[in-house]
């Protein structure tokens, strides 16, 4: 578990990475640059192939805080190297916190339905839509089993999207880092603020977004069911 603060995500308190690694090959995606600079470590010890780490299973229990955790900040939970019994197991390891679990996926088909699953009520799914051409990921999250805890993810924002956010309950925007990095016009930022202000949806600006337009409004609105959730049933 890494706390989080200012200069990190700062919209969570803690990352926690059960398993690691992701096979879409994005070439923005820190982690994996991170975890290729570290290769044969134990945090890393096949570089950026997905892998499930079952000794960081009970680091959330240790946390009595309730508190907001994004789960595989270095990694995709639903990567197709990630097995469904793994990610039923680090499910069922967060059902009697009272933590909000987040996490972001490329791979929104993997989340596993309500078919011999009962997901924690207190986890949030979302997807990151970077330009007009993901933008068919969000409509993925009106199943059902997801709706009321969906979220989006528009990081980085390379490109001016069009969405329709109507069955998302948070949005979260953000700026590229890092070596060559895109600097994201400001009408594209507007443009999501004011779909996501169509329906009442909390927007979060991130602060790298924020130290390039330090005149937008700062706004970094939390969904109020993401804090002191009581435990969840167990998995089916």
Same mark, same amino acid.
């Given at each position: ?106 791979? $929104?088909?993997? +989340? %596993?339905?309500?078919?011999?699953? #009962?997901? /924690? ?97 700062? $706004?970094?609105? +939390? %969904?109020?069911?993401?804090?002191? #959730?009581? /435990? ?5």
């Amino acid at each position: 578990m890494n706390k989080q603060g200012e200069n990190g995500i700062n919209y969570v308190d803690y990352t926690w990475n059960p398993c690691t690694g992701c096979t879409h090959g994005c070439y923005y995606c820190y982690a994996r640059r991170i975890a290729e600079r570290f290769k044969g470590t134990k945090a890393f010890p096949v570089g950026f192939t997905p892998t499930f780490h079952p000794d960081r299973l009970m680091e959330p229990a240790k946390v009595k805080q309730p508190s907001r955790i994004l789960v595989c900040s270095m990694g995709d939970l639903f990567d197709e190297g990630i097995t469904l019994e793994q990610i039923r197991k680090i499910a069922n390891y967060t059902r009697l916190t009272k933590h909000t679990y987040l996490v972001l996926t490329k791979n $929104r088909i993997r +989340i %596993p339905g309500p078919i011999g699953w #009962h997901w /924690p009520d207190n986890w949030w799914f979302g997807v990151s839509v970077t330009c007009r051409g993901e933008t068919e990921k969000i409509y993925g999250l009106e199943r059902p089993w997801i709706l009321g805890n969906s979220w989006v993810s528009f990081e980085p924002l390379l490109d001016s999207i069009d969405a329709d956010l109507r069955n998302i309950y948070w949005v979260v925007i953000g700026a590229m880092t890092g070596p060559g990095a895109i600097k994201p016009e400001r009408r594209w930022v507007e443009k999501l603020i004011k779909a996501a202000d169509n329906y009442n949806i909390p927007v979060f600006l991130k602060n790298n977004l924020l130290k390039l337009y330090p005149d937008l409004p700062r $706004r970094q609105e +939390i %969904p109020e069911r993401m804090i002191n #959730h009581a /435990p969840s049933k167990e998995l089916g």
